[in-house]
C-alpha cells in the first residue's frame, strides 16, 4: 500500500538545479529567441524517508493548549499573514484539513485552483511561498504502475504552528512588534515557561541538506540531442554577448598575457570569452574540461585582472561550451 493508499508502487522525488543553464528557443513577437533555464534533475527518496520527514522539528511551535485553537489562528492572522499572505494561508490551511489526521495530503493542483478560484501559476507562486518558511514540503510522485507517469505531489504539512524567528519580527511594523512582544510575555506568563524565538531558521539548507539523503539520477541525452543542445547554447551566448564584453574580455586577455608563457596562455585562455551579467562575470570556455581547468588553477588570475580594470569587486563563474 503506498502513501496514496493505493497498490501501485510510487516513486518519490525533489527536483534540483544542477548548476547548469540549458538553451531553449522560443518566439517573442514574431521573432525566433534564445534564452536559457536552469537545468533540473530528480533526487528519489525511500517511502520511509518521505514518512519520517516532519517539518515541525524545525523552528519552535507554539505550544498547543486546550481550548486555544482560535488563539492559534489569530497568531497566524496577525503575525504569519504578511509573510505568507492571505492568499497562502487560506492554501496551508486547505492542505492541513486534507491531511485528516496525517502530517501529508496529496492533494492536486487543479482542486486547489478550483477551492481558490486562482490560476495554477498563482498556485505554485504562493506554494513556493508556503516552502520558503517551512509550512509545506513537496516530494513528486511516478507511477511506476503507468509508465512513471507522474501524479499529484505528497504534501507534507506541518502540523504544529511555527513562532516567527527574530529575524522576521524584525520585519514587521514598529507596532506589530510590540504586539508580538506583549504576546510573548503573556504566553509565557500563562505556561510558566520561559520561550525565547529563535534567530532564524534558514529552510534553504534544511531542504539542502534533506537532498542529500537522496539517490540523484543522472540526466541522460541520446549523443545527437547533446550536439543540439551544445549547438544552441553556441548561438545563444554569441547572440547575448555584446561589444563591451567583447572590450572588457580583451583587456583581461592583455593582463594575463604577462602572467604566462605564450604556450600556456595559447592553450587556456585564446579560445575563451566572458559575458557580464549584473554583477557577475561569466567565464565560458570550449569544454568542461577545460572550465574546471581555469576554475580550479587559474580562478584568481583571472578575477584579480577582472577587477583591477574594473577597479571594483565582481563575481566570476565559470561555464563551458559543452553541457
Not at 478560484?117 to 504562493?126: A, G, P
Not at 527574530?166 to 500563562?190: G, S, V, Y
Not at 539523503?213 to 540531442?225: A, L, Q
Request: with cysteine; proline share 3%; net charge neutral.
Amino acid at each position: 500500500m503506498n502513501l496514496k493508499g493505493r497498490e501501485e508502487k510510487l516513486k518519490y522525488f525533489r527536483y534540483r538545479s544542477t548548476g547548469r543553464q540549458v538553451p531553449r528557443t522560443g518566439m517573442r513577437h514574431k521573432k525566433s529567441i534564445h534564452y536559457f533555464e536552469e537545468e533540473q534533475e530528480k533526487v528519489y527518496f525511500q517511502e520511509s524517508e518521505v514518512v519520517q520527514f516532519s517539518l515541525d522539528r524545525f523552528g519552535l511551535n507554539l505550544p498547543l493548549m486546550e481550548g486555544n485553537v482560535v488563539f492559534v489562528h489569530h497568531y497566524l492572522l496577525k503575525f504569519w499573514n504578511r509573510f505568507i499572505k492571505p492568499e497562502g494561508l487560506n492554501i496551508y490551511l486547505l492542505l492541513r484539513m486534507h491531511c485528516y489526521n496525517k502530517d501529508y495530503c496529496w492533494l492536486e493542483l487543479q482542486s486547489l485552483c478550483n477551492f481558490t478560484d486562482r490560476s495554477k501559476e498563482t498556485i505554485r507562486k504562493y506554494l513556493d511561498l508556503l516552502e520558503r518558511y517551512g509550512f509545506i514540503y513537496q516530494f513528486q510522485c511516478e507511477n511506476t504502475a503507468r509508465n512513471n507517469m507522474q501524479e499529484s505531489p505528497i504534501t507534507k504539512v506541518r502540523k504544529e504552528f511555527p513562532f516567527l524567528t527574530e529575524e522576521l519580527i524584525e520585519q514587521l511594523p514598529a507596532k506589530l512588534q510590540t504586539e508580538h512582544h506583549r504576546f510573548m510575555a503573556d504566553l509565557n506568563q500563562k505556561i510558566s515557561v520561559s520561550l525565547q524565538v529563535m534567530e532564524k531558521v534558514d529552510y534553504e539548507s534544511v531542504f539542502n541538506e534533506a537532498l542529500t539523503t537522496g539517490e540523484v539520477v543522472p540526466i541522460r541525452r541520446p549523443y545527437y540531442e547533446e550536439q543540439k543542445i551544445n549547438q544552441l547554447k553556441r548561438e545563444a551566448l554569441q547572440a547575448e554577448r555584446n561589444e563591451d564584453d567583447l572590450a572588457f574580455w580583451e583587456q583581461v586577455l592583455e593582463v594575463l598575457k604577462d602572467q604566462f608563457s605564450k604556450p600556456s596562455y595559447n592553450t587556456w585562455f585564446s579560445n575563451t570569452f566572458c559575458i557580464r551579467r549584473e554583477n557577475v562575470l561569466w567565464v565560458y570556455a570550449p569544454t568542461r574540461f577545460h572550465k574546471e581547468w581555469l576554475e580550479t588553477r587559474y580562478q584568481s588570475n583571472i578575477k584579480n585582472a577582472a577587477q583591477f580594470i574594473l577597479k571594483d569587486y565582481i563575481q566570476v563563474k565559470y561555464d563551458s561550451l559543452e553541457q
